[in-house]
DNA sequence: CTCTGCTAAATTGTTAACAATTTAATTTGA
DNA sequence: TCAAATTAAATTGTTAACAATTTAGCAGAG
């Protein structure tokens, strides 16, 4: 029954795990990553765990040097990362714009289940969780508007979040996403972005 | 001597070539890419060639389905590729700002031959070659600027340049990177800036 | 003590073989 | 003849072994 595991599904498998990991600081700026060390964790061998690092470099996330292997990739300075923020938030508007005119019941209801995740991850200060939480939200609608640019959409929110997500509060990220989905609900376009550029900052 | 060849300088000139020849339209929307013939017209064995093909999917040009393999994604929509648009200016007139403050006579120099080569590419009316030197010529003060953006900027480009290349008229993009590296010879920044804007559209 | 050069270990790069899955072709039955 | 079922081929997923390169450790000379 269960979905047999394949090469694919291990890749992104590790490729998701890294990535939460990296985001939750789990890992030190230019530390090195072993291909061997993952594989053995993971209880593949290294093909699975190259297309992960593969991937995740190409996000940006991680740095490739031929022969020397990955290593994470030191952070954005403070003026990259504003064009970043910059970048992230016209693609997200432009698809909420699309979400709120094309938005289903069963949309609503998933936003719901989500957004309660993240609440729950926030009140638990699980910072791991409410990294991924937080993401998890946002890319359902840029997924559900846009899937070509959903993974445009996550190189640049994962390169965001990787160095602030130390200082954020979890009151006011509970509260502002709150606010944003609230918005949704009441289909009030203006109201919505406006919660959405308070939030992604 | 000669630099031996290793896996990343194969898996990366793959990624080059087959980037190359998706841009200058060698392949058809949704056609599927088969791992082993392109392992054998490039001499080499499929690993290689994942490593290629997972990349330029990450970069969103090829999009990829579990056991089915990699297939040439579908086109961007205009809004799509609009929004696009708006990011990559936003992304490469911050990497502008930054260049023409830094910018050393080697680098004068280097953007000068890339615009030769992209002149002469122009002249000869070669779709490939322009597509190349074009985003050569860019990438050229996005690197210097900001090498963290470098994919960011590699990814954006490319879905830019994959739908309109074809109706492109040669002489007004000679024209177009002419004058931008005419307002960097002369550190003219708001000419530069304005000139980009007239070209990245 | 420091530096250089050598040796050994660790790590990445590549390949070929095998397993699992999908796609096609063919057979079989009504 | 057509459709479903079966078989065969093609294709991707995974692994382990080997090659090439880099890194670390160490010995000896100055």
């Given at each position: 029954?269960?979905?047999?595991?394949?090469?694919?599904?291990?890749?992104?498998h590790?490729?998701?795990?890294?990535?939460?990991?990296?985001?939750?600081?789990?890992?030190?700026?230019?530390?090195?990553?072993?291909?061997q060390?993952?594989?053995t964790?993971?209880?593949?061998?290294?093909?699975?765990?190259?297309?992960?690092?593969?991937?995740?470099t190409?996000?940006?996330?991680?740095?490739?040097e031929?022969?020397?292997?990955?290593?994470?990739?030191?952070?954005?300075?403070?003026?990259?990362?504003?064009v970043?923020?910059?970048?992230?938030l016209q693609?997200?508007?432009?698809c909420?714009?699309?979400?709120?005119?094309?938005?289903?019941?069963?949309?609503?209801?998933?936003?719901?289940?989500?957004?309660?995740?993240?609440?729950?991850?926030?009140?638990r200060?699980?910072?791991?969780?409410?990294?991924?939480?937080d993401?998890?939200?946002?890319?359902?609608?840029v997924?559900?508007?846009?899937?070509?640019?959903?993974?445009?959409?996550?190189?640049?929110?994962?390169?965001?979040?990787?160095?602030?997500?130390r200082?954020?509060?979890?009151?006011?990220?509970?509260?502002?996403?709150?606010?944003?989905?609230?918005?949704?609900?009441?289909?009030?376009?203006?109201?919505t972005?406006?919660?959405?550029?308070a939030?992604?900052?």
């Amino acid at each position: 029954m269960s979905k047999v595991s394949n090469r694919l599904a291990f890749s992104d498998h590790i490729c998701d795990i890294i990535r939460r990991e990296l985001i939750s600081g789990k890992f030190a700026h230019d530390e090195p990553i072993r291909e061997q060390k993952l594989a053995t964790r993971f209880g593949t061998s290294r093909g699975p765990v190259r297309d992960a690092l593969l991937r995740l470099t190409q996000e940006g996330i991680l740095a490739y040097e031929t022969n020397k292997g990955v290593r994470v990739n030191s952070p954005l300075s403070e003026a990259e990362r504003d064009v970043v923020v910059g970048m992230r938030l016209q693609l997200e508007k432009f698809c909420m714009r699309k979400f709120i005119l094309l938005v289903t019941p069963s949309d609503l209801d998933q936003i719901s289940i989500l957004l309660e995740r993240l609440s729950s991850a926030c009140k638990r200060a699980s910072l791991p969780e409410v990294a991924e939480s937080d993401l998890a939200l946002h890319r359902y609608w840029v997924a559900q508007a846009s899937p070509h640019l959903e993974s445009t959409w996550l190189g640049l929110s994962v390169r965001m979040i990787m160095k602030y997500t130390r200082l954020s509060k979890y009151e006011d990220i509970e509260k502002e996403h709150t606010n944003i989905v609230s918005a949704i609900l009441e289909k009030d376009l203006e109201k919505t972005l406006i919660c959405l550029e308070a939030n992604i900052i």
